[in-house]
T-cell receptor
Framework: GENVEQHPSTLSVQEGDSAVIKCTYS??????FPWYKQELGKRPQLIID?????GEKKDQRIAVTLNKTAKHFSLHITETQPEDSAVYFC?????????????FGTGTLLAVQP | SAVISQKPSRDICQRGTSLTIQCQVD?????MFWYRQQPGQSLTLIAT?????????ESGFVIDKFPISRPNLTFSTLTVSNMSPEDSSIYLC??????????FGPGTRLTVT
């Protein structure tokens, strides 16, 4: 079945450094790729997304890139801050009946050391 | 984005009993979904809650165990039936808006003893 692989599972960076999280998806029909940030005890929050007709999207310190040929997409966080520490999930849409469902990666625990 | 609430926020239940979780949205939404997130794990889709018709369940989830209702475009319930300790998890509803972006409710933390 469809799946999304996410790497690394944990990532520790120094404050101010960049962080990169990578995902690979299997369904060639996937056309929507959101990223969620989940702080401890909180709900997942949508932080950025990208659609298949775009190769890159940026929002302040975060950016997402998509390579449809290789079925890869990545999250880039620049100038990391301690408040960026959280679990990050990538997801890919899969066609399920009348709607696109999401399948999630396994998550990356990002720790930003002050 | 829509304001999504869930009740209860947490509960401790005895095995063999059932719990119904409510999800309320402050505006009409097309799609509502129910997810499970086991401790330290990712999100797993249980089912799509269809308004006016039976829910669509993912592989590994069945209606007898997780009956779902969706009487209108702003409300849905998920029941966890005949609970066992393996059902201890966080249950989240989500809704789609705009071009299909999904937003999550605050979750219900369930502990089964």
């Amino acid at each position: 079945g469809e799946n999304v692989e996410q790497h690394p599972s944990t990532l520790s960076v120094q404050e101010g450094d960049s962080a990169v999280i990578k995902c690979t998806y299997s369904d060639s029909a996937s056309n929507y790729f959101p990223w969620y940030k989940q702080e401890l005890g909180k709900r997942p929050q949508l932080i950025i997304d990208i659609r298949s007709n775009v190769g890159e999207k940026k929002d302040q310190r975060i950016a997402v890139t998509l390579n449809k040929t290789a079925k890869h997409f990545s999250l880039h966080i620049t100038e990391t801050q301690p408040e960026d520490s959280a679990v990050y999930f990538c997801a890919a849409s899969i066609r399920g009946g009348a709607t696109n469902k999401l399948i999630f990666g396994t998550g990356t625990l990002l720790a930003v050391q002050p | 984005s829509a304001v999504i609430s869930q009740k209860p926020s947490r509960d401790i239940c005895q095995r063999g009993t059932s719990l119904t979780i409510q999800c309320q949205v402050d505006s009409q939404v097309t799609m509502m979904f129910w997810y499970r997130q086991q401790p330290g794990q990712s999100l797993t889709l249980i089912a799509t809650a269809n308004q006016g018709s039976e829910a669509t369940y993912e592989s590994g989830f069945v209606i007898d165990k997780f009956p779902i209702s969706r009487p209108n475009l702003t409300f849905s319930t998920l029941t966890v039936s005949n609970m066992s300790p393996e059902d201890s998890s966080i249950y989240l509803c989500s809704v789609t808006q705009g071009l299909g972006e999904q937003y999550f409710g605050p979750g219900t933390r369930l502990t089964v003893t």
